[in-house]
């Protein structure tokens, strides 16, 4: 049973090396799952192109390389034992959560994903409070939604940059490298930092191979009964247990259909995918994988959970 994440080394780390390039004032972001790459692992690339990344929650701090300055994106009702991450507060309930954690944070404004975020009238508020708590406030934060143009999010972040002092530094996410460096065209005299996970990792995803091994081949007849849930089998053929379910993240996908691909043809799933196995029935006279044979995954990277890598000199 094995779901694996295949990647040409050399021209996706090409990829990343040039998005950091175009984006000065990078910080990667390995939240959940490390974008399919495993938190630990992508922790330890993103350090060879910035000294700060971005993480999810606290829970997500243990376990990251020496030497790397984590900012935790989420704001966090109990304070880290380590002082040395920077916090994201959004609010001055969040601020109040923190007593006694002595630390920098970063101050997250509001904008139009109404998530979290201070509003103006806040503002002051959230900066002296946070400051009188023995807090350093060292960026301000706007994370515009995924939908949307880049003018769009440009927008959000504007609506903020005449409340903010030049010596402010500035942390945007949900940009393009065009719309980035548009930004920083428009406010020259600001400090900007990005933050980028999906356009960094997954930007090209022709170096990235998603698949699962063929555990078990059985024939069957129509009516059949078999499964979890003892559904009928709609036709005369095999059935064909892929090792790979729930557990890795692989489930139908959102219009009902199947992720699982063999041949150039979609295998149709019997029942939904099951914790470490996926069941599909083939027809009698289609193209079948074998035992041991692997099959691609159409899964998102984000909700993957791969048993293993293989890095490929491609």
């Known amino acids: ?19 950091a390039r175009d984006a000065p004032g990078l910080v990667p972001v390995v939240k959940g ?46 304070p880290p034992v380590d002082p040395a991450p920077i916090l994201t507060v959004g609010s001055l309930r969040h601020i109040a959560a923190l007593d006694g954690w002595r630390g920098r944070v970063l101050v997250k404004l509001a ?84 933050r980028l996970g999906t356009a960094l990792w997954h930007g090209d995803k022709r170096y990235l191979q998603l698949g699962a091994d063929v555990l078990d081949v059985r024939p069957t007849r129509v009516d059949d009964r078999v499964g979890y849930r003892q559904l009928p089998v709609p036709c005369d053929g095999h059935l064909v247990m892929v090792g790979a379910g729930t557990a890795h993240g692989v489930q139908a996908r959102p219009d009902g259909l199947s992720p699982l691909h063999f041949g150039r043809r ?14 599909v029935v083939v027809p009698s006279g289609e193209p079948m994988p074998a035992v041991g044979q692997w099959i691609d995954v159409q899964c998102p990277l984000i909700t993957a959970y791969p048993d293993e890598w293989v890095w490929t000199d491609g």
């Open 1 to 19: 049973m094995t779901l694996r994440l295949t990647v040409e080394r050399d021209p996706w780390w090409r990829h990343a090396e040039r998005v």
């Open 33 to 78: 799952n490390g974008y399919g790459f495993g938190r630990a692992r992508l922790a330890e690339l993103a350090g060879k192109l910035a000294d700060t990344i971005a993480v999810g929650t606290v829970h997500e701090l243990a376990g990251l390389p020496a030497g790397l300055t984590p900012v935790v994106l989420t704001p966090s009702l109990r």
């Open 111 to 194: 904008s139009s994903m109404r998530r979290y975020g201070t509003s103006r009238d806040e503002l002051g508020a959230m900066v002296s409070t946070a400051q009188g708590s023995g807090l350093e406030v060292v960026g301000f934060s706007v994370h515009p939604p995924v939908a949307g143009s880049d003018d769009e999010h440009l927008d959000d972040i504007a609506a903020w940059m005449n409340v903010l002092d030049p010596t402010d530094e500035v942390w945007v996410s949900h940009l393009s490298l065009d719309g980035y460096a548009a930004l920083r065209d428009a406010w020259p005299d600001h400090r900007f930092r990005i």
């Open 266 to 279: 979609r295998l149709a799933l019997l029942e939904p995918p099951h914790m470490h196995t996926s069941m």
